[in-house]
T-cell receptor, first 117, second 113 residues
């Protein structure tokens, strides 16, 4: 149980392109979803938190106009990297948690490797 | 601010031996801790969690110990196998608000056959 699917797993695109990444909870309803960014050999850095039907809460230093997050349903959240540039190349990972309680683990997707040429 | 860190970046263990991965946290208000395993090119996988009202919790081949006095937790893996090779992260869940998870820096576990 608690499967999170992330798509695509890998994308290469030209500079200036906008890229959308989908995150789906397959067997549970995700009240809250999270988006992380991970550079090689580093830990995960939280970018934003979103609750279904609400605006996302972005971490300090993360441009909300650059990284658009939509959480329109209890099973789907999307991250759109707008006008992507080479410095946006990274491993993006989403996670989802069932319920609003604090004592439940997040379940992660397998990430999207984004390469901007 | 809150932070979660690990003592050792790399740990090499002989197959069959027990592994111990350590983690320190700084936020005394943290009340929920999670261990994740991340294999290369994949997302983190939940291993085990523990609430602050406990000091020990056991799973299959894994045990998490929590010492709130010194703000330290550890993950013990019994009879380490090659499939255990991965990066292990401890994470702290902040109470209240959106309960976001703060990840430590990670420890790479290398199992020597």
């Amino acid at each position: 149980g608690a499967v999170v699917s992330q798509h695509p797993s890998w994308v290469i695109c030209k500079s200036g392109t906008s890229v959308k990444i989908e995150c789906r909870s397959l067997d549970f309803q995700a009240t809250t979803m999270f988006w992380y960014r991970q550079f090689p050999k580093q830990s995960l850095m939280l970018m934003a938190t979103s609750n279904e039907g609400s605006k996302a809460t972005y971490e300090q230093g993360v441009e909300k106009d650059k990284f658009l997050i939509n959480h329109a349903s209890l099973t789907l959240s999307t991250l759109t990297v707008t006008s992507a540039h080479p410095e946006d190349s990274s491993f993006y990972i989403c996670s989802a948690r069932e319920g609003m309680g604090g004592y439940q683990p997040q379940h992660f997707g397998d990430g999207t490797r984004l390469s901007i040429l | 601010g809150e932070s979660v860190g690990l003592h050792l970046p790399t740990l090499s263990v002989q197959e069959g031996d027990n592994s111990i991965i350590n983690c320190a946290y700084s936020n005394s208000a943290s009340d929920y801790f999670i261990w994740y395993k991340q294999e290369s090119g994949k997302g983190p996988q939940f291993i085990i969690d523990i609430r602050s009202n406990m000091d020990k919790r056991q799973g299959q081949r894994v045990t998490v110990l929590l010492n709130k006095t010194v703000k330290h937790l550890s993950l013990q893996i019994a009879a380490t196998q090659p499939g255990d090779s991965a990066v292990y992260f401890c994470a702290e869940n902040s109470a209240g608000g959106y309960q976001k998870v703060t990840f430590g820096t990670g420890t790479k576990l290398q199992v020597i056959p």
